[in-house]
């Protein structure tokens, strides 16, 4: 699997981003997906995840209802809308694909990463 992440940059207070992966190996159409996000000194945390079939979603509290993830299975891309951002949103961010067709918030149940890209909120 290889997974390429693209969208990041750097963004006011409030603004939006849509974060985009690609799976060009095409190996994730199975699987869970979900982003991940690592702020400097911080451990890395769940943000959003999505089953393969991208009928269920699941978010962490801190971005619930400004942040929206989607997946197009044809294009083997998983999205992540952005919106009101924050500067506690500033960080890499990176997708990861699941073991299992469902998205989980432990960092255990993923099996590869994409190497992320960088989000940066002004206040």
């Known amino acids: 699997v290889q997974l390429q992440a693209s969208g990041g940059g750097l963004v006011q207070a409030g603004g939006s981003l849509r974060l985009s992966c690609t799976d060009s190996?095409?190996?994730?159409?199975?699987?869970?997906m979900a982003w991940f996000r690592q702020a400097p000194g911080n451990e890395r945390e769940f943000v959003a995840g999505?089953?393969?079939?991208?009928?269920?979603?699941i978010y962490a509290d801190s971005v619930k209802g400004r942040f929206t993830i989607s997946r197009d299975s044809a294009k083997n891309t998983v999205y992540l809308q952005m919106n009101v951002l924050e500067p506690e949103d500033t960080a890499v961010y990176s997708c990861?694909?699941?073991?299992?067709?469902?998205?989980?918030?432990?960092?255990?149940?993923?099996?590869?990463w994409g190497q992320g890209t960088q989000v940066t909120v002004s206040s």
């Open positions: 990861a694909v699941a073991r299992s067709a469902v998205a989980s918030r432990d960092v255990r149940d993923y099996r590869y």
């Open positions: 999505i089953s393969w079939r991208g009928g269920t979603t």
């Open positions: 190996r095409r190996t994730s159409s199975n699987n869970g």
